[in-house]
């Protein structure tokens, strides 16, 4: 099984796990890691390599994170691994969702595309969806 981290800024991620053990009614084995404001690189930073070295290293990790270019996205871009880390940005609930309730097997690129793609089709404009 792939290990799910999800860091953002402030408690979304502790949110964001929460929520989507409530909708599937079970638990989330996505560990969520929150961000404080004002935080400094060098702290953020020791915190996910504490977070990595909690994981099987054994199992891939994909890393999602609240937005591109935000701290949670560059501090954890020098962890990504060709086929062992991966790190997705502009994370929504439908790309965690689509990530925890995918059956064992597949790749770290299919989980990767899959979530990157529930994602994308879960954004609407509903004015335009409706006409």
């Given at each position: 099984m792939t290990e799910i981290v999800v860091i953002t800024h402030g408690s979304l991620a502790r949110e964001m796990v929460k929520?989507?053990?409530?909708?599937?009614?079970?638990?989330?084995?996505?560990?969520?890691?929150?961000?404080?404001?004002?935080?400094?690189?060098?702290?953020?930073?020791?915190?996910?390599?504490?977070?990595?070295?909690?994981?099987?290293?054994?199992?891939?990790?994909?890393?999602?994170?609240?937005?591109?270019?935000?701290?949670?996205?560059?501090?954890?871009?020098?962890?990504?691994?060709?086929?062992?880390?991966?790190?997705?940005?502009?994370?929504?609930?439908?790309?965690?969702?689509?990530?925890?309730?995918?059956?064992?097997?597949?790749?770290?690129?299919?989980?990767?595309?899959?979530?990157?793609?529930?994602?994308?089709?879960?954004?609407?404009?509903?004015?335009?969806?409706?006409?």
């Amino acid at each position: 099984m792939t290990e799910i981290v999800v860091i953002t800024h402030g408690s979304l991620a502790r949110e964001m796990v929460k929520v989507v053990s409530q909708i599937t009614e079970q638990p989330v084995s996505a560990i969520p890691v929150c961000f404080e404001f004002h935080q400094d690189q060098a702290t953020n930073t020791q915190i996910i390599s504490e977070v990595f070295d909690q994981l099987d290293p054994d199992k891939p990790v994909i890393v999602l994170t609240d937005m591109f270019g935000g701290t949670p996205s560059n501090v954890t871009f020098p962890f990504v691994r060709q086929d062992k880390v991966e790190v997705l940005t502009g994370l929504n609930l439908p790309m965690l969702m689509y990530l925890v309730t995918q059956p064992e097997g597949k790749s770290l690129g299919e989980l990767c595309e899959g979530a990157q793609k529930a994602g994308r089709e879960a954004i609407v404009i509903a004015g335009q969806f409706m006409s």
